[in-house]
C-alpha cells in the first residue's frame, strides 16, 4: 500500500537559518501533498499544500516543492522563528482516494 | 463557524469503564477519521468512513468501534477502558470528490484520554 517516509525525525536550528524538511512517498498516483503544523496540545493544521501539476508553491516563509519523478516532495522554512517550533507532517493522497497517508512526523526546535 | 468538534478534550476514567468520545463536523464533509496519537508522535488511523452506514477499520489495530448514522457525527466507543487505550485521539473530516472539494483533510482538537 501506499507509505510516505519522512526526514529528518528530529531537526533543531538556530533563529534565523533555515529548516528542510523531506518526504517520499510510494504510489505515483499520489497527486495531492500537504503539510501540516501541530503545535504543542494542538490539533495538526494545514500550512501549505502542493498538486502533482505543480512543481513550487510559496507562501511568505514556507515553500513547497515537489519532484514527481523522484517521488519526493519537501518543505523549506526560511528565517525561521521560535514560534515555528513543532511537529510537521507530510502526506499524499490519491484521487478518488478514502485515506490520506502520513509521514511520521519532523520535531523541529528553533532556538532563539 | 464550520469547524470539526470533539467531546469531552480530556478524560480520566478507571479501568474497565465503557466510554464514548464525541466527534461532530459542520463542514458538510463525508469522509470522516478516527486516529490515535501520543504527543507529537505518528498519526494512527483506528478508523474511517465513506458515508452514512459505512465505517471501515484503519491501519492501527483497535479494540474501539464506531458508528456513521448521521453524515455531521461520528462517535468513537470503547467497550471496556484499559490503560493502554490512554492516549490522544483525533477525529478528522474531508469532502468527497465533488466540485469544490479541496482533498485537505480537517482535524478537531482531539480528546485526550487516561485510563487509571
Known amino acids: 500500500g501506499e507509505n510516505v517516509e519522512q526526514h529528518p525525525s528530529t531537526l533543531s536550528v538556530q533563529e534565523g537559518d533555515s529548516a528542510v524538511i523531506k518526504c517520499t512517498y510510494s504510489?505515483?498516483?499520489?497527486?495531492?501533498f500537504p503539510w501540516y503544523k501541530q503545535e504543542l496540545g494542538k490539533r495538526p493544521q494545514l500550512i501549505i499544500d502542493?498538486?502533482?501539476?505543480?512543481g513550487e508553491k510559496k507562501d511568505q516563509r514556507i515553500a513547497v516543492t515537489l519532484n514527481k519523478t523522484a517521488k519526493h516532495f519537501s518543505l523549506h522554512i526560511t528565517e525561521t522563528q521560535p514560534e515555528d517550533s513543532a511537529v510537521y507532517f507530510c502526506a499524499a493522497s490519491i484521487p478518488g482516494g478514502f485515506k490520506t497517508i502520513f509521514g511520521a512526523g519532523t520535531r523541529l526546535f528553533v532556538k532563539a | 463557524e464550520a469547524d470539526i468538534y470533539q467531546t469531552p478534550r480530556y478524560l480520566v476514567i478507571g479501568t474497565g469503564k465503557k466510554i464514548t468520545l464525541e466527534c461532530s463536523q459542520t463542514m458538510g464533509h463525508d469522509k470522516m477519521y478516527w486516529y490515535q496519537q501520543d504527543p507529537g508522535m505518528e498519526l494512527h488511523l483506528i478508523h474511517y468512513s465513506y458515508g452514512v452506514n459505512s465505517t471501515e477499520k484503519g491501519d492501527l489495530s483497535s479494540e474501539s468501534t464506531v458508528s456513521r448514522i448521521r453524515t455531521e457525527h461520528f462517535p468513537l466507543t470503547l467497550e471496556s477502558a484499559r490503560p493502554s487505550h490512554t492516549s490522544q485521539y483525533l477525529c478528522?473530516?474531508?469532502?468527497?470528490?465533488?466540485?469544490?472539494?479541496?482533498?485537505?483533510?480537517?482535524f478537531g482538537p482531539g480528546t485526550r484520554l487516561t485510563v487509571l
Open positions: 502542493i498538486r502533482s501539476n505543480v
Open positions: 504510489d505515483s498516483a499520489s497527486n495531492y
Open positions: 478528522a473530516s474531508r469532502c468527497l470528490d465533488r466540485v469544490g472539494c479541496t482533498d485537505t483533510q480537517y
